[in-house]
């Protein structure tokens, strides 16, 4: 009985291997070919966010700025960084403000770098 | 491009309605998706250039319903699974897809016709195949996903997807045995 089970699981294993290996060699590899440039024709209308994103970090940085913002901003990344060289766990405030920033940083240099800025 | 990017791109279409990061997700995905309808139809480009755009336009309209806790590519194959369905309902009173394969290319095909004619083999087999079956097949050889993951598109317990694929690759085995195809040792 467990001979006949271990042959119809070797048998599958075959087959398994063997249709795979066919069907991946008859896959068909599609290109593009103006298939997405017709399809973002047909998207509905862009809402226009574009000059609203720069408008925000202009407002935020000159607000940063001329405000306590900016030392806060700094003194909790600093906080950040020497507790991770002391080995300690850094604050919630540090974290979040740590967190927001890379985050920040990240979606900019993805947004400029699309728009070839960057 | 990994899953982080993806969410990354998703974040960024949510966000500010950015169309260049829709772009790269489409560019990504569209391949899979259009080969899925490819097949499904048996290799009607017309249809399943068509459906594959709907797919991509409800992508882009609930994209906000999209947890991050799935992979994107789960939930895009669900849409082009659902998709699908709605077309079959709508031609249901019009000739089956099964008669459809054989309708002449139609003008937007991109270029992709003469990959068909190379592959009509992979496309009559998957006609001896129950349609469950044939999705299931097509998710797990043809698109790489594993047996989770089709579970989720599909919206079946695993075991039920297994039992679907166990099916499907006898059947297969038993027309390409049919069909003379020893030299490929199938079977």
Sequence with gaps: MRLI????VMKEQVLDKELSAYLSSNRIKIEDNGFTENLMKR??????????????????????????????????????????ISFKMPSVEAIIITVSVTFGAILLFNITYDEGLA | MSQTDDLFLV????????????????RKYQGGIRRFFLHLTFGNTETSNDLS????????????????????????????????YDHKRSMHKELPLEMDGGK??????????DQIHMNIDVMESLKVLKEEERIAIILFYLEDFHYDKISDIMKCPVGTIKTHLHRGKEKLATYFKKSGYERTSIG
Excluded: C
């Excluded at chain 2, 002449?104 to 016709?113: A, D, K, M, P």
């Design chain 2, 11 to 26: 974040s960024r279409v949510i966000l500010f309605d950015d169309r260049k990061a829709f772009d790269s997700l489409v």
């Design chain 2, 53 to 84: 755009q709907e797919t991509f336009i409800k992508a882009y309209l609930y994209l906000r319903s999209f947890k991050g806790s799935a992979r994107f590519s789960t939930w895009l194959y669900r849409i082009a699974y659902n998709v699908f």
């Design chain 1, 43 to 84: 998207l509905p209308p862009a809402r226009k966010y574009g000059f609203l994103i720069y408008a925000f970090i202009i407002i935020g940085l000159l607000v940063a700025l001329f405000t306590p913002g900016y030392e806060i901003l700094v003194s909790q990344l600093y906080s950040f960084m020497g507790s991770l």
């Design chain 2, 104 to 113: 002449e290319l139609g003008t937007h095909n991109y270029g992709i016709s």
């Design chain 1, 5 to 8: 089970l271990k042959n119809q």
